[in-house]
């Protein structure tokens, strides 16, 4: 175990951080003079926060002369430290003592710009320019032996002592500090806060001067490598660095950044073709391995600074160069850290996670070498953060797979071990620096308590840590802030995927909420992506006021976070369901009217065809009610934002422009909630304005058929791609001998033929009259309904326009090519069809309905011929081939075309629906979303249709042994719950008893209880199915079926409590 070497080793730790000691307000009581000077360094510092605009090189003759207190207070601190000088004036003192005093003293004269008093403080204490090789330090100590606490104090305060005495000096300034840089020698570790803020200071003053108060940029060539400092190439690169930061930009010339990156591959590639014998235990510290650790650590260190900074030192020289070094030193754990970063760069992950492991096993023997000391703690958080991080499935494995010799169950198992050590440091940090987070509670409050704390916000209401008086922006807040972000990244994951009941996934939910509230008790302003990841764990947990709060202060900081502005307009909406003005959807877009009309606060009628509202009116009030004039105001900053970086010829990440494409669906559900689905409708055409605008690339169907094809879902049974494992029918492997829905595989159900070009119709007519144009014609392909999608399409061919792409309405989609299935028998006949004999058996039902698509070519065969031998589907060209390129945005497009078909099917408008899916497969390429719109699109008309795609999406989605399956399981939770909310729809709503799925008894039974494993797993998935009400409804019917009163009533009520709090839309949507 580490003993201090001193009474007062564990406060020099604490400053060393940048940080105090939680009591230091009780060191002004204190007899000990060290404490004394931490109490005075503690009141200097707030004065300078308060005061000095946290600068604390400010001299107060820069100040407003109107500024009376900053003065008194500084000359009051000043006499105070006098007076405390006098009653130790005859104490024996330290070497760091009398250094700390004088660094502190001249500091407060400086502000008080007297400079007469600063250099008399000054000269009271030699300093060298290194303390490890300053023999004051042993000598003056009264200490048994000078701790390394101490040797970094000391190091530190030798920076700030020459920060002051090149200010002090005048116009000798530049030399005194040129010198200082000249000598140093050992460069600081991360975990050396404060230390390395004062070497900041001290590059910044000496950048202001040699530039000559900013008017002259810096050349590399010409002016940094002239410089003094650039013998010594430890500082010369730390200086470049420092110079190419964002806050310098403006002065360094055009050429500075190719300069540098020159000289610095040619430093390197120097290095590695330098021999050197590998070291071994007895000679690891040696003059040779430390120069390269020091010139590694301050290459990387000062680096990671730098924005782009792959550019400078290209990854790829960067790995030959480490590993190379790892030749030259014996077990070095700076090597290795940076080593894990360059692999993860190269997106090598398997490898990062070998060395990561080895890494490990380092620092244990490091630290049980050293009694239990923790050398540079901050470093080994942040390279388990980053680890921890980017090694969780959900980004490991959600855009492709970056291992390719460990599996997400393998990974898993390894985080759960480095979330268990990285708690293990953050908890030595906390120690180390008197952190302070929520005080834990008893067993019987956590049960209670879903977000970890009774006040899930304190952390806006109260400051936790009052001993840390660094900024949220600091790399020292920010590494804590991380460590627990990734933490709470990790359960989360576990709450997602890996929850095998209810109380684990209640604990699992209870750790994202603690980790990532714990994170902005740290840091409470500097990070969007920590704050909208607390916001959206609250939404998700239930606690919608806290969230709503939440993400109005993060829009008050942070007024261009999209996915906030979408998040708070849907906390709004689930306010607002108790009002009576407003007509709450059935359903969100993806859930398709799922639930029964007398669960839900509205009716089917209230969005369907006629668009009236809840009160039978077409009323359309003019006051805004909150979430409509929310999302207004987010579209207006969206506008503002995009043609702000038009101007400048930036351009928008994908990522924010789905996230203001997201914005645009959120305001047309509110639309819907609030006029009705017929006024929704009609601005339908803005989601393509918009998405073109945005994304401005040329999708052209056309062009694109000459690279890969796809199976389309009309196809379905073409190829034998997919499996054919026991179905929902009948579980037996006989079922293939006996079933016609596996021998026909929908070649017999899917004909492809030529397609009446669709015409342009008057868009006003309404739903209503559309219906009755439709029961009047038996189909409106070619006709009104036709038009609605043709319309989207037809405007999409103009790409001109050069409006707003938030306000302006119209479509600027591409022309694509269209594959539509004819259908010679209208709604009415096919639904008398049903009607007809329901006595029928489901073989020569689904023969049926194969008649009613082409009953030319399917009544000339005997039925055994078709089952046997299934006619070949004629097609009109083709299926779609599309080209490689521009797949996020035509993935997007497709999302587009799918929720477009989820609008109009919920109104009843089949025909548009199904060419909205044609589109979806024809943008891109069929898959399990097309699949599984289909299926939702067939449920009542073709329900073993709607079964083949339904299985064929859950095949796909839970799939195993293909490259695709962990692609699959991490970036498809949503669409598998959507498939499988289908499959209950389908089993359980719409199935007809007397015309049954099921062959019998015992194969309902089989489809139930499977049905339900299913549905059981998926609610184990938070948020996904835990907060889904359909999911727990379709589990209440199931549980009535096998008359299991307990949960049935469990389930309900959990439906119920959802179902009261349900958005326009799901807080989680389609991602990227």
Not at 58 to 73: D, M, Q, T
Not at 196 to 202: F, S, V
């Amino acid at each position: 175990m580490y003993i201090e070497s001193s009474i007062n080793d564990k406060y020099i730790r604490t400053l060393n951080f940048g940080c105090f000691p939680k009591n230091v307000l009780e060191f002004q009581q204190s007899q000990d003079y060290f404490q004394q000077l931490i109490f005075i360094d503690y009141q200097l510092q707030l004065l300078i926060d308060n005061e000095f605009f946290q600068n604390e090189l400010l001299p107060i003759s820069l100040l407003s002369e109107n500024n009376v207190s900053a003065n008194e207070k500084l000359q009051q601190l000043i006499n105070y430290s006098n007076s405390i000088s006098l009653n130790y004036e005859n104490t024996p003192k330290s070497y760091d003592e009398k250094l700390y005093y004088a660094t502190l003293m001249s500091h407060l004269y400086y502000l008080q710009d007297n400079f007469f008093e600063m250099s008399k403080y000054l000269n009271l204490v030699k300093v060298s320019y290194q303390a490890r090789s300053n023999n004051q330090i042993e000598t003056a100590s009264s200490a048994s032996s000078v701790s390394l606490n101490q040797i970094e104090f000391i190091e530190y305060l030798t920076t700030r002592y020459y920060v002051l005495f090149g200010l002090s000096a005048g116009n000798n300034g530049v030399n005194v500090w040129l010198e200082y840089l000249q000598n140093f020698k050992s460069p600081y570790n991360k975990s050396q806060v404060i230390a390395n803020h004062w070497l900041d200071l001290l590059f910044g003053k000496l950048t202001f001067e040699l530039s000559q108060r900013g008017t002259i940029p810096f050349s590399f060539i010409n002016h940094v490598k002239n410089l003094s400092l650039s013998k010594n190439k430890l500082v010369l690169i730390a200086f470049s660095n420092y110079l190419l930061r964002p806050e310098n930009s403006n002065i360094i010339n055009p050429s500075f950044k190719q300069d540098y990156t020159v000289f610095l591959t040619t430093e390197i590639e120097e290095s590695i073709l330098v021999k050197s014998q590998f070291p071994n235990a007895n000679t690891a510290n040696t003059d040779e391995s430390q120069d390269v650790n020091n010139f590694i650590n301050n290459l990387y260190e000062s680096l990671s600074y730098v924005p782009f900074n792959l550019s400078i030192l290209k990854p790829s020289l960067s790995k030959r160069y480490l590993l190379n070094a790892t030749l030259k030193t014996f077990q070095s754990k700076v090597i290795l850290s940076n080593l894990i970063y360059t692999l993860i760069d190269l997106n090598e992950y398997d490898e990062a996670l070998a060395v990561f492991t080895t890494y490990i096993d380092y620092l244990e023997k490091d630290e049980e070498l050293k009694d239990g000391y923790i050398d540079d703690i901050l470093s080994i958080i942040d390279t388990f953060s980053t680890c921890i991080i980017h090694f969780n499935p959900l980004k490991s494995f959600k855009s492709g797979n970056k291992f390719k010799h460990n599996d997400d169950s393998s990974v898993c198992q390894h985080l759960k071990k480095f979330v268990t050590l990285l708690q293990k440091y953050l908890l030595e940090l906390q120690k180390l620096i008197d952190l302070t987070y929520d005080e834990e509670e008893d067993e019987s409050d956590k049960v209670t308590t879903a977000a970890g704390d009774k006040i899930p916000l304190s952390f806006l209401y109260r400051k936790y840590n009052l001993n840390i008086l660094q900024s949220d922006n600091t790399q020292f807040i920010e590494l804590i802030s991380k460590a627990w972000h990734a933490t709470g990244y990790y359960y989360y994951y576990l709450s997602s995927y890996e929850s095998s009941n209810q109380i684990i996934l209640q604990n699992n939910i209870s750790l994202v909420l603690k980790s990532y509230k714990n994170c902005l008790i740290v840091n409470s302003t500097g990070n969007v992506l920590y704050l909208f990841s607390y916001a959206l764990a609250l939404a998700n947990s239930g606690s919608l006021k806290p969230a709503l709060k939440l993400c109005k202060f993060i829009l008050k900081k942070f007024p261009e976070s999209f996915k906030t502005w979408n998040l708070l307009v849907l906390l709004l909406s689930s306010f607002d369901n108790d009002n009576s003005d407003v007509t709450k959807p059935i359903a969100n877009h993806t859930s398709m009217n799922i639930l029964p009309d007398e669960l839900t606060n509205g009716n089917a009628n209230a969005h369907g065809g006629d668009g009236l509202t809840a009160n039978g009116g077409n009323d359309t009030k003019s006051k805004l009610r909150e979430p409509e004039k929310f999302i207004n105001k987010a579209l207006n900053i969206a506008g503002l934002y995009t043609l702000k970086h038009r101007q400048r010829n930036i351009k928008l990440t994908v990522e924010t422009k789905y996230e203001i494409l997201q914005l645009k669906l959120t305001q047309l559900a509110v639309l819907e909630s609030i006029h009705g689905s017929q006024y929704m409708i009609d601005y339908l055409s803005e989601v393509f304005v918009l998405y073109h605008e945005l994304f401005e690339v040329n999708l052209s169907s056309s062009s694109s058929n000459k690279n890969a094809a796809n199976q389309s879902s009309r196809q379905f049974g073409a190829s034998d791609k997919w499996s054919h494992r026991p179905s929902f029918i009948d579980p037996s492997p006989n079922a293939k001998k006996n079933n016609p829905h596996h021998n026909i595989n929908g070649k017999d159900e899917l004909q492809f033929f030529d397609a009446p070009k669709l015409s342009i119709a008057n868009d006003a007519d309404s739903i209503s009259d559309l219906n009755k144009k439709q029961s009047r014609t038996g189909s409106i392909i070619g006709g009104v309904g036709g038009s609605r999608v043709e319309k989207l399409k037809r405007l999409s061919t103009t790409i001109s326009s050069k409006e707003g792409p938030i306000s302006r309405r119209g479509s600027l989609l591409y022309n694509s090519v269209q594959q539509k299935i004819r259908k010679s028998d209208s709604k009415n006949s096919v639904n008398k069809s049903f009607a007809a004999d329901t006595s029928e058996s489901p073989q020569q039902h689904l023969e049926d309905e194969n008649l009613h698509f082409n009953q030319q070519k399917l009544q000339t065969y005997p039925e055994e011929q078709q089952i046997s031998k299934p006619s070949k589907p004629e097609y009109i060209k083709d299926p779609p081939r599309h080209q490689h390129d521009n797949l996020i945005e035509r993935k997007i497009l497709q999302q587009v075309w799918l929720w477009t078909a989820r609008v109009f099917l919920k109104v009843g408008l089949i025909d548009e629906c199904e060419q909205c899916i044609v589109e979806a497969e024809t943008i891109y390429e069929p898959n399990f979303k097309t699949y599984t719109a289909l299926g939702f699109l067939t449920s009542k008309s073709r329900k073993f249709l709607s079964l083949q795609e339904f299985e064929r999406s859950l095949e796909i989605l839970t799939k195993k042994d293909n490259s695709l399956a962990s692609h699959n399981k991490f970036n498809s939770k949503y669409d598998y719950g959507l498939t499988l909310l289908g499959l209950s729809k389908l089993f359980l709503i719409d199935d007809d008893p007397k015309n049954s799925l099921f062959i019998s008894t015992k194969d309902l039974n089989s489809g139930i209880i499977r049905l339900k494993n299913l549905l059981e797993d998926y609610s184990l998935t938070w948020p996904y199915g835990y907060n889904n009400p359909e999911i727990w409804f379709y589990l209440s019917k199931i549980y009535e079926f096998i008359d299991d009163k307990i949960l049935l009533t469990k389930s309900l009520w959990r439906c119920i409590e959802l179902e009261d709090k349900r958005p326009v839309r799901e807080f989680i949507f389609d991602e990227l």
